[in-house]
């Protein structure tokens, strides 16, 4: 670091430019810039920290639910390999048929038929497949969001049925979900972040049930120009100490079974990136509500 020494002139001396006066607002200006740009710098690191972890959960989630997704793939994949098992058979009896005197037309036209029943058995299971591979997809992608994105409430409400679907299975957990406005009605944001609040609050529900078979309740309706969302569950509830450092701390609720930060980032996604808001009532022993708004897109946006 290079310092210069300024010497002032008799001049300057006399007309007071180096008094402290004048010196003293000089100071203060510079000293008010230094603390300008240190806060920035902070709020900066607390961003970037906050996103780190937001990122962090959001990853660890997604490993957990990936996990049960795989292994509910299973059943898909077992009944698909068995109606080719069955059309290969078909096949084989076509061919065989072909030349024999014996055989019908009405004979040709049933196995045709069967041919035709474990297609149409193919099908729904393949776009089960491909709608796993692509919200999996989508749900892992970091991207960094445009302002114009939206969704469907169906849209949302299908990829927290794939996403969750064994979690709740394993857990002999049920959701329902009572859909009271439009299912085209869309939200303005992202549709994944939005996937990842619901799914948190899911999880933490399920949770609450400590491996007891249990509902999860999810309303959805629209007042004016918001969209409200309850999701409501009737486990073992949150203790009245915990729940009032909820939304303001990063503390965990859950102990060796996971994180417990779900809570925390769902409030930040909810209130920061869909400039909604998220409230919390929990009794010990009765169970959980939680309550979202979060305004619909507006036909100029």
Do not use: W
Request: aromatic share 6%; hydrophobic share 40%.
């Amino acid at each position: 670091m290079i310092f210069l020494q300024i010497e002032p002139t008799d001049a300057l001396k006399a007309q007071g430019f180096f008094s402290s006066k004048m010196l003293m607002p000089i100071v203060f200006i510079i000293l008010g810039a230094v603390i300008a740009v240190s806060v920035i710098q902070i709020i900066k690191i607390c961003k970037l920290r906050n996103n780190t972890i937001i990122e962090r959960e959001r990853l660890a989630r997604l490993g957990e639910i990936t996990a049960g997704i795989i292994h509910n793939l299973k059943t898909p994949v077992m009944s698909i390999s068995g109606s080719l098992e069955e059309l290969k058979s078909l096949v084989d009896e076509y061919e065989n048929s072909i030349g024999d005197k014996e055989v019908t037309d009405e004979d040709h036209q049933e196995i045709a038929a069967e041919m035709r029943e474990h297609i149409l058995k193919i099908k729904p299971y393949c776009s089960y497949l491909s709608d796993v591979i692509a919200t999996v997809k989508e749900q892992a992608a970091v991207k960094k969001h445009s302002g114009d994105e939206s969704f469907t409430i169906k849209d949302m409400i299908k990829k927290v049925e794939i996403l969750m679907g064994y979690q709740l299975k394993k857990a002999t957990c049920k959701l329902n979900a009572d859909i009271k406005t439009e299912e085209s009605l869309e939200i303005q944001g992202s549709v994944n972040e939005f996937v990842q609040v619901m799914n948190n609050l899911i999880s933490n529900s399920i949770d609450s049930y400590e491996n007891n078979a249990g509902e999860i309740g999810i309303l959805i309706e629209k007042e004016k120009d918001i969209v409200k969302f309850k999701v409501t569950d009737y486990g073992k509830g949150i203790p009245k100490d915990v729940r009032k450092k909820l939304l303001k701390n990063i503390i965990t609720t859950k102990g060796e079974k996971g994180t417990g930060l779900g809570l925390y980032i769902s409030y930040h996604i909810i209130k920061n990136n869909f400039k909604g808001s998220m409230e919390i009532e929990s009794e010990e022993g009765k169970g959980t509500t939680v309550y979202i708004t979060v305004p619909i897109k507006q036909a100029n946006q």
